[in-house]
């Protein structure tokens, strides 16, 4: 996984912010160049959806990649953590936190928040990724959210993570309908 990657994982980047920040089009990206002047480098990133980044040698024009060691020591370190700062800036300040990576669980995340607004709750620090949505007067839960071993859910699965749901309902009980049929979410 590259630096990007990770630093970026479950934020949205709003296009807008990029602008405020300094990014300018060219073509079909925007693009942001941080001189390093004290190096002899400079940090050009690249946003066409995804951030992507280079360092470039000021005097041969070069790329410089030894940055991108994980154990870099030295000088390499300094211009790693030079373009991680830089990368981790952007992300706070032209991103929004995403709880959850795949599209579906924001979607019904999304779907609880318009519909009956209702946020996730991080409840457990053990298991720091799992959200519960609770009905606000009672407190009680009806769906509760996270990321399992895939092998969980299939026992031909391997490792990898898959979000699941698990939802409290009883198709029988009056309340209102929800667009995944015989879910009700009791109001009560």
Do not use: H
């Not at 942001?32 to 480098?41: G, H, I, S, T």
């Not at 990649?65 to 211009?79: C, D, K, L, P, T």
């Not at 579906?104 to 720091?128: H, K, M, N, V």
């Amino acid at each position: 996984m590259s630096m990007e990657s990770e630093l970026f994982a479950n934020v949205e980047i709003q296009r807008d912010r990029l602008a405020d920040y300094g990014f300018q089009p060219e073509g079909d990206l925007l693009v942001y160049r941080k001189p390093l002047p004290e190096d002899r480098f400079e940090i050009v990133l690249t946003w066409d959806g995804t951030i992507r980044g280079r360092i470039t040698d000021l005097d041969t024009g070069d790329e410089y990649v030894n940055f991108r060691m994980e154990n870099a020591v030295g000088y390499s370190a300094g211009i790693r953590q030079k373009f991680t700062d830089l990368l981790t800036d952007i992300r706070d300040r032209c991103g929004r936190k995403l709880f959850f990576k795949t599209e579906q669980a924001r979607r019904s995340c999304s779907f609880s928040s318009e519909t009956y607004g209702d946020t996730p709750e991080f409840l457990w620090p053990s298991i720091p990724s799992y959200a519960a949505f609770r009905l606000k007067d009672t407190k009680k839960w009806y769906a509760v959210m996270g990321a399992v071993p895939r092998s969980k859910v299939d026992p031909a699965g391997d490792a990898a993570s898959v979000e699941v749901v698990n939802v409290k309902a009883d198709g029988g009980e009056s309340g209102e309908s929800s667009p995944v049929e015989g879910i009700t979410r009791r109001t009560t």
